[in-house]
């Protein structure tokens, strides 16, 4: 296998550099600009919270209320006052809806933050925000202002720390250099991890990490990553355009000029909002285990340089310990995304154990930088089955391989899958009717494994996933003098022998 043959993507640039390899160095066709599919800004809400917009207008006020009652239950009970009036000019109030409290126990009140968020020019927006001790002051020069609530409101013992606010000049009067830095988003992190994609930390944490409790971090995203366009409307004077651009894509997968094509599983990181306990491993003392196998796979990544990375489920760990899956999705796949590497995932039986659907960790998936996954036809059972083709190296860019993402599901349901009410990934992938390969000496079909290997408690039926599916698989889309059915290896996860396996094709 060749080393790698495709460059890290740096930034928000999908210029890709030439490959490393001297024998691809005439292979182009990938290494262009594509031009990204841009976002009108003007069109996102600004009464909603939704993080993953990359948003333009800036905040004009925030605020931290405390309540009793869960506000996703009485929003408008818990929401700051506010007039008709006010609500026109600074915008309404949108509830960041994650507690900082929820570490707090149970006599500790909901605390969450607010802010508005406005498109009027004459308003002044938020450019910088300071997290500080009680009689403390900002000691930068500006308009500051101070909410009320502490941080800490509700907490035992907790001293205080509030949050400071400044205000620039009006969304009108600011430079380009200044709409650069305006403040754009609010969120919550869990944990003593990176946050999430494009934002930053605030030090320092409301909820201090002790014991069992986990650290609670306020986090911002600054800045309008955005490019400004031309283009004339129904022959009317040429119209400015503010469009907003996603994360960095990954860019086409292919094979390199010698033919080949490196895939790097990982499977089972069993990732935690705390950074992990150690298991299956002789390390003594083990601690912080989550980083410690981020930098495993990062110095895997170095050594192996695929072009492809699949993480083959259990990302999260489940069992209680990931309580709230967004701030450890937005870990685990931090090694790969660093070195510009296209990934793609598929869900293992833990990843969805406590709460977060596997629909709303896709959707999170794919806000971040590089990925390749998808949701996957609605009418197969599961989320995130799906193809993706690995094209040839020549201009041609001829489909030569397919990759079958399949979501296994997580625990038999017994009666349902009994009676076949259920469709399956196999039902999705079967395009043909043919043979399974044979043993060239032998003789034998290929198509029976070890057996008497399971132990007890395994599944003792069979759903007729290799004969229907897997078997009967294409290699590809041609179809001038047949298909090939041939399925080139399978990966999957749920062993924890190894963390990852490298596939040469």
Known sequence: MSENVQNPVKGNSTNLETPAESDDSSVDWWNVTVSETPVDAASFPLDVWAPLLPHTTGLSEITIIECRIDPSLAEELCAPDSTTEQDAIKGKWVRVKRDLNIEGGYISPYLNVYYRRTRRQDINLVTDIELLADKQEPSSPGTWHKVPTSLRAGIFRAPPLFLWYRTGNTAGEMTAVERSNIITELDVLYGEDVPWYGFEKLE???????????????TFRRGVK??????????????????????????????????KFKIMQVADLHYSVSQGVCRDSDRNPCEHSDNLTSTLVGKALEAEKPDLVVFSGDQLNGQRTTWDSKSVLAKFAKAVTEKGIPWAAVFGNHDEEDGMTK????????????????????????VGNYILKVLSADASKTHLLTLYFLDSGSYTKGYWDFFGFIPTAYDWIREAYAKADSDPRTRKALDVGTSGQESAGNAKTNAGFFED??????????????????????GNGHCHSKISSSFKI
């Open 204 to 218: 320092p944490p409301t909820m201090p990490e002790r014991g069992s409790v986990e650290a609670t971090w306020l």
């Open 226 to 259: 955005c490019k400004t366009s031309l283009r004339p409307v129904d022959s009317n004077p040429v119209l400015t355009m503010l469009t907003c651009l996603a994360p960095p894509r990954a860019p086409p997968l292919h094979f390199s000029r010698s033919g």
């Open 359 to 382: 629909e709303e960790q896709l959707l999170l998936m794919k806000g971040l930088p590089y990925s390749l996954v998808d949701r996957g036809p609605k009418d197969v059972h599961g």
């Open 469 to 490: 599916g897997v078997l009967k698989a294409m290699e590809n889309d041609h179809v001038g003098k047949g298909n090939a059915p041939e399925v080139k290896a399978i």
